[in-house]
T-cell receptor, first 113, second 113 residues
Framework: AQSVTQPDIHITVSEGASLELRCNYS??????LFWYVQSPGQGLQLLLK????DTLVQGIKGFEAEFKRSQSSFNLRKPSVHWSDAAEYFC???????????WGAGTKLIIKP | GAVVSQHPSWVICKSGTSVKIECRSL??????MFWYRQFPKQSLMLMAT?????????EQGVEKDKFLINHASLTLSTLTVTSAHPEDSSFYIC?????????FGPGTRLTVT
């Protein structure tokens, strides 16, 4: 069965430091990959997506992610985090004729001042 | 573009009553809409997939007679929680699919007293 693993339940990073959130997927075909962010009391916002082409994807708010087929990974990165980046981050894979999303468990990002 | 609204954003109801939540795609037509439930500090749990004009497909363990889904048009889907009980209290999120992507509503906080 398809699955998405986000191995880190929470990560604490100092403001201004770099960030990498891990995501591994299990999917037989070429995956449609997504990263979403959910701030407290807010809806889900799409950060970036990968369907095909360049494996390094740029998103909003200075985020990027790299698709590595050999490692079945789609890690999210940001060179310098801001306090406003504190939120829950979800990785997801789209599958099936309806492009249903398979979700990771989420990683909570905590920013130290 | 690609805005999805949900109404109401929060609702409190008494045990035994029914509650209807609306999900609308405001500026696009969505063949498929999804309903999710999210418990505190957890990922999204897909409840059902609904295609316009046909019956919703419910995920295993979701009671279709309790969570009634109607997708009467390409821009509107409704979720009715029937005979609500306190254990139905949760955050309900809808999404509408356009192409490969899902666009999410802001969610509805349901509290059953």
């Amino acid at each position: 069965a398809q699955s998405v693993t986000q191995p880190d339940i929470h990560i604490t990073v100092s403001e201004g430091a770099s960030l990498e959130l891990r995501c591994n997927y299990s999917y037989g075909a070429t995956p449609y990959l997504f990263w979403y962010v959910q701030s407290p009391g807010q809806g889900l916002q799409l950060l970036l997506k990968y369907f095909s082409g360049d494996t390094l994807v740029q998103g909003i708010k200075g985020f990027e992610a790299e698709f590595k087929r050999s490692q079945s990974s789609f890690n999210l990165r940001k060179p310098s985090v801001h306090w406003s980046d504190a939120a829950e981050y979800f990785c997801a894979v789209g599958e099936g004729s309806n492009y249903q999303l398979i979700w990771g468990a989420g990683t909570k990002l905590i920013i130290k001042p | 573009g690609a805005v999805v609204s949900q109404h109401p954003s929060w609702v409190i109801c008494k045990s035994g009553t029914s509650v209807k939540i609306e999900c609308r795609s405001l500026d696009f037509q969505a063949t498929t809409m999804f309903w999710y439930r999210q418990f505190p500090k957890q990922s999204l749990m897909l409840m059902a997939t609904s295609n316009e004009g046909s019956k919703a497909t419910y995920e295993q363990g979701v009671e279709k007679d309790k969570f009634l889904i109607n997708h009467a048009s390409l821009t509107l889907s409704t979720l009715t929680v029937t005979s609500a009980h306190p254990e139905d209290s949760s955050f309900y999120i809808c999404s509408a699919r356009m192409g490969y992507e899902q666009y999410f509503g802001p969610g509805t906080r349901l509290t059953v007293t």
